[in-house]
């Protein structure tokens, strides 16, 4: 697993601006994403190092060696995570892939096409957009509501919307 986000570096690259609510949103998932990933790290070292006998198996522990052992995501780290409901391997797979996303935008600026499922806290990024709308064209916010549009975009899209965002989810584009 890659290393924690370094929150400093992102914020000074993606800094809190009037206009663009989505740097905000970048951050938040970061920090999101680096208590998860920490948790995920500590109780792993721990449980190497129980089994190995260097330290005291606890409860917690124990629960994480079980789950793990019946391919089941350790409630430890379900308490920190996003929902989810797939067992320990799609899990992972899909907190990799989420990471990978995260970092994609950390070093290529914002993606043209958001992926909506691969979001921490969705109600976070569907304000932000809203709320980058509303600043743009001068409206209140609780003014305006969602309209789609599906499209026949396969995997991505050479720029983004002049307004809205397009986001992918299952590999379906939609434009908001």
């Given at each position: ?26 951050r938040q998932e ?128 050479d720029a983004a ?13 939609i434009n908001i």
């Open positions: 697993m890659q290393p924690q986000f370094d929150i400093e570096y992102v914020s000074k690259k993606y800094p809190v601006l009037y206009m663009n609510s989505m740097n905000t949103v970048l970061l920090v999101k994403f680096n208590e998860l990933t920490k948790i995920i790290k500590e109780t792993l070292d721990s449980v190497q190092k129980a089994i190995r006998g260097l330290v005291l198996m606890s409860l917690e522990l124990e629960d994480v060696y079980l789950s793990m052992s019946v391919g089941k995501v350790p409630l430890t780290w379900n308490r920190k995570s996003y929902p989810s409901l797939k067992p320990l391997g799609s899990y992972v797979n899909d907190l990799l892939a989420r990471l990978q996303f995260l970092q994609d935008w950390i070093d290529h600026d914002a993606p043209n096409v958001f992926w909506i499922s691969g979001f921490f806290f969705t109600q976070s990024f569907l304000t932000a957009v809203l709320q980058n709308y509303a600043r743009m064209h001068k409206i209140p916010i609780d003014q305006l509501d969602f309209e789609f549009e599906f499209t026949r975009f396969e995997s991505s899209v919307p002049s307004y809205g965002v397009y986001i992918s989810v299952c590999k379906v584009f």
